[in-house]
């Protein structure tokens, strides 16, 4: 019962991680315009997505501008693309087989089976989390590198979205929900390696009836 409402508690989990990671993947706000030197009062708010970049005014108007060629983006935004879209397919992928893996399910057929596709999922909840991890750390490190040079001017610096911290926290999220699915099917599998089922060995009914007869009736 532990184990099912601790799989449950993961799967959980990994649903935050799967909306979290689309969320960060199609928003706009991975960053936007830092409020240094003469950009602290300002009446526009610029942000920049992976696929679209966008301008707010104060008067509420609100402009995006799609990045059609891909060619021309930086390294850093065409390995965040091709990383993220990975994420969001595992991540999906991984709830799709943990809801037949689990044990609080009817489906998946024996023990056996669900322990295998419970622990597929937990692989693919794994993968999708270091495929979301990877591009925020590097895009972040690109941010923060670009807002350090001194010969980079104040108004194209720019500071990290909120998408980047939902991608932070997302992979964080089917990290913990991989790990937790691929731990209790190795526990439960392990527990069978060391502590085998005993096998009772009853004696057949020709042994039995044999044993009701003494060899002094023959003589």
């Not at 030197?37 to 970049?53: H, K, P």
């Not at 040079?149 to 999220?173: C, L, M, N, R």
Request: aromatic fraction near 14%.
């Amino acid at each position: 019962m532990a184990s099912a409402s601790l799989q449950f508690f993961a799967f959980i989990l990994a649903l935050f991680g799967v909306f979290g990671d689309i969320a960060a993947t199609l928003l706009p706000h991975w960053k936007v315009n830092a409020d240094v030197g003469s950009n602290i009062i300002t009446a526009i708010t610029q942000m920049q997505g992976l696929w679209m970049d966008c301008t707010w005014y104060s008067t509420g108007m609100f402009s995006c501008t799609l990045k059609y060629s891909i060619l021309s983006l930086p390294i850093y935004i065409q390995a965040a693309r091709t990383t993220m879209v990975l994420s969001c397919i595992l991540s999906a992928f991984g709830i799709c087989i943990t809801t037949v893996g689990m044990k609080c399910t009817r489906l998946g057929g024996d023990t056996d089976s669900k322990n295998n596709a419970c622990f597929a999922g937990g692989i693919c909840f794994i993968l999708a989390g270091i495929f979301g991890l990877v591009p925020t750390c590097w895009y972040t490190r690109e941010i923060i590198s670009n807002f350090l040079d001194q010969t980079i001017p104040e108004s194209s610096k720019h500071e990290p979205g909120g998408a980047v911290y939902t991608g932070f926290i997302s992979a964080g999220f089917l990290l913990i929900a991989g790990v937790i699915f691929c731990s209790s099917c190795f526990k439960r599998q392990q527990g069978a390696w060391i502590y085998p089922p005993k096998q009772h060995h009853f004696p057949s009914t020709e042994q039995d009836s044999n044993a009701g007869y003494s060899l002094k009736d023959y003589v």
